[in-house]
């Protein structure tokens, strides 16, 4: 009878920010126009990498992967947030929450495995450029994606069904925005020693890989960049560069603060905060900082409004 009260919770409680949910609809505005500005600009990544054919070379082609996957992360998170600063605290289904802590984990996965991939793609095109083509083909490209895919695939599920496992006898209220798996299993009665530890070592794998891939290809391409004659062509490059890496420290310092720690009970109410530098601000900037800042974009963009514009005067006349 004591196990069977034990595993037929049916919701959790996600409690939000209770401490500020008295500007609730001022965190609500400003958190839609964040979301809606990165799921625009992702989104139109997407589609003018397909749509123009200048822009279907390895780079934007996992650059456009890079923004579906972020729009999918963003969107398994933000909406129930929304919900959140409406109208405070929300229930959520046992199977839903363990559905968006999968999701989240999943796609924040693919997106660290992503960032790697495409960290190496520019090594390959600054460093190595005559072999560039050669190495970074279609067929690579596809590759790699599916392994970032299935890797990340493999390693959350085994996770997600561990903590799936696991009996919940109350309390129920998850102290966050998001079914993140860390307060999950500090809600467990059962003995959470082997998934706690299985937690870290995965997130330290993962974020580990990622970072280490990341470093090496920057650090091969600053020096590459310290070789170049002009200072024109220094000053251009670093500025890339030095937005990259800005977007990339913040992801994977709140990525370390929230995950790469053996226990996760003791800093449970910041890791709120942090978690929002992962699914609202970072997403607000890579669409800006990846491609949009791009020239040859830019001039996709252009080029596929003229013909917009061409189209609505035929259409008129």
């Known amino acids: 009878m004591e196990v069977r009260n034990e595993t037929t919770i049916q919701e959790f409680i996600l409690e939000g920010f209770p401490a500020v949910q008295y500007l609730g609809n001022i965190f609500f ?5 964040a979301y809606l500005a990165s799921i625009t600009g992702n989104v139109v990544i997407i589609i003018i990498t397909w749509v123009d054919y200048r822009l279907q070379t390895p780079m934007y082609i996992l650059l456009s992967i890079f923004s579906f996957s972020e729009c999918c992360f963003i969107t398994t998170v933000i ?26 984990l999943f796609f924040g996965s693919i997106i660290l495995f992503l960032m790697a991939v495409m960290s190496l793609d520019r090594y390959l095109a600054i460093c190595k450029p005559l072999h560039y083509l050669t190495i970074m083909n279609p067929k690579t490209c596809f590759l790699l994606v599916t392994a970032c ?9 085994g996770l997600v069904v561990k ?6 006898c109350g309390p129920y209220v998850i102290p966050h925005f998001l079914c993140d798996l860390g307060p999950l299993i500090h809600l467990s009665c059962s003995d959470t020693r082997s998934v706690d530890m299985l937690a870290f070592v995965l997130a330290l794998f993962i974020l580990l890989t990622s970072l280490i891939i990341t470093i090496i290809a920057y650090g091969n391409i600053v020096l590459t960049i310290l070789q170049l004659p002009s200072a024109k062509e220094k000053k251009k490059a670093f500025s890339t560069c030095s937005s990259h890496l800005i977007v990339l420290s913040l992801m994977y310092s709140s990525c370390v603060f929230i995950y790469v720690k053996p226990k996760q009970r003791s800093r449970l109410d910041s890791n709120r ?18 491609t949009l800042r791009n020239k040859q974009v830019h001039q996709a963009l252009r080029d596929a409004l003229s013909r917009m514009r061409l189209q609505k005067q035929s259409f008129g006349r």
């Not at 505005?29 to 126009?33: R, T």
């Not at 919900?83 to 605290?89: A, C, N, P, W």
Request: glycine share 2%; aromatic share 12%; with cysteine.
């Open 79 to 104: 909406p129930k947030l929304l919900s959140i600063f409406l109208s405070g605290r929300q229930t959520i289904s046992f199977t839903a929450c363990l559905i968006q802590a999968f999701s989240f």
């Open 149 to 157: 895919c299935a890797l990340a695939f493999t390693l959350i599920t």
């Open 273 to 290: 905060e942090a978690a929002l530098v992962n699914t609202v601000v970072t997403p607000l900037l890579n669409p800006v900082i990846y």
């Open 29 to 33: 505005l400003v958190h839609l126009l």
């Open 163 to 168: 903590v799936f496992q696991l009996s919940f």
